[in-house]
């Protein structure tokens, strides 16, 4: 049987009508996970450590735990986290459109430092006086959705624009794992790895997105080497090549199938195409890799 990573879904009328922002604690969600902790959200996820130490991974990258840290995930990312070590915490939980109407900007949450596609790291480490303010703000968040009114949600948005800039400064500031730094912002950047991101499945040339964009390809080359250190086209492939690496740990997919969901024409191209770009054949991969 092949073996597929659970997806969960916000559960929007938790409290009787729709409010898509919700605090939960770790020691429920982890009855969610007690047959396999790999998982994904459809949702956006910040995970506030406050007891235990333990491994947790977000996609390729994986992190020891401790109390003070703080977790960041987009939708669509594949989760792993060590349940039975990481005893206590909270998961604060939104729709990026919760805020959409508070600030009509629908691009906000994504720009932001720990959900943007440049990212380094999806960690950082709090100090005891901002831990303190953090578990705060999430007790005022809780306190109001328990008062929740049917809509009345503009406190409850005002509290999770709070929350987002202060861990967004916070980051930014260099409070991120191993001594990572943001790169610097750029519009075009933003908008082509938003881009890639969505269709990178399907659409692999540059001068797709550079058209999309209004641009040319070799301006789109020069703006990707200046901010990413990386070309236009060697982004698509890696993030190509890291969903191939996300398939063939997280899932028993055989190769020919990774292949045909990625949109490669044959399963040997696929393979001699990761080869090419890991020194290592797919099957390899998932030997040193698979969970």
């Not at 938790?14 to 982890?30: A, C, F, I, N, T």
Request: charged share 25%; net charge negative; hydrophobic share 40%.
């Amino acid at each position: 049987m092949k073996r597929s990573i659970p997806q969960y879904h916000f559960y929007e009328n938790k409290y009787g009508s729709e409010l898509l922002v919700d605090v939960v604690e770790l020691k429920y969600v982890k009855k969610f996970l007690i047959e396999r902790s790999v998982h994904t959200l459809t949702y956006y996820d910040i995970t506030f450590i406050t007891e235990g130490e333990g491994r947790f991974s977000i996609d390729n990258q994986s992190f020891n735990a401790i109390p003070g840290d703080v977790f960041f995930s987009k939708p669509g990312e594949i989760r792993d986290w060590d349940i039975e070590h990481i005893t206590s915490g909270y998961a604060l939980i939104f729709e990026d459109e919760f805020l959409s109407s508070f600030l009509k900007d629908s691009l906000f949450v994504q720009h932001l430092s720990y959900f943007n596609m440049q990212r380094r790291s999806s960690k950082i480490h709090l100090s005891e006086p901002l831990y303190s303010r953090f578990m705060k703000l999430i007790q005022s968040i809780k306190e109001e959705i328990d008062a929740f009114k049917h809509n009345d949600e503009l406190v409850l948005q005002a509290l999770l624009y709070e929350m987002l800039l202060l861990l967004d400064r916070t980051y930014m500031n260099g409070v991120v794992a191993d001594g990572e730094v943001r790169e610097g912002r750029n519009m075009h950047a933003d908008k082509f790895v938003h881009l890639v991101d969505k269709f990178f499945k399907e659409k692999r040339s540059v001068l797709y997105y550079a058209d999309t964009m209004c641009i040319t390809s070799n301006y789109l080359n020069e703006i990707m080497n200046a901010v990413m250190h990386v070309s236009a086209k060697q982004y698509i492939q890696n993030k190509v090549m890291d969903e191939a690496k996300r398939l063939l740990t997280y899932t028993d997919l055989p190769v020919s199938e990774i292949a045909f969901t990625l949109n490669y024409e044959t399963a040997s191209y696929f393979i001699r195409n990761f080869r090419q770009q890991t020194q290592m054949t797919p099957l390899v991969y998932r030997k040193e890799h698979k969970l």
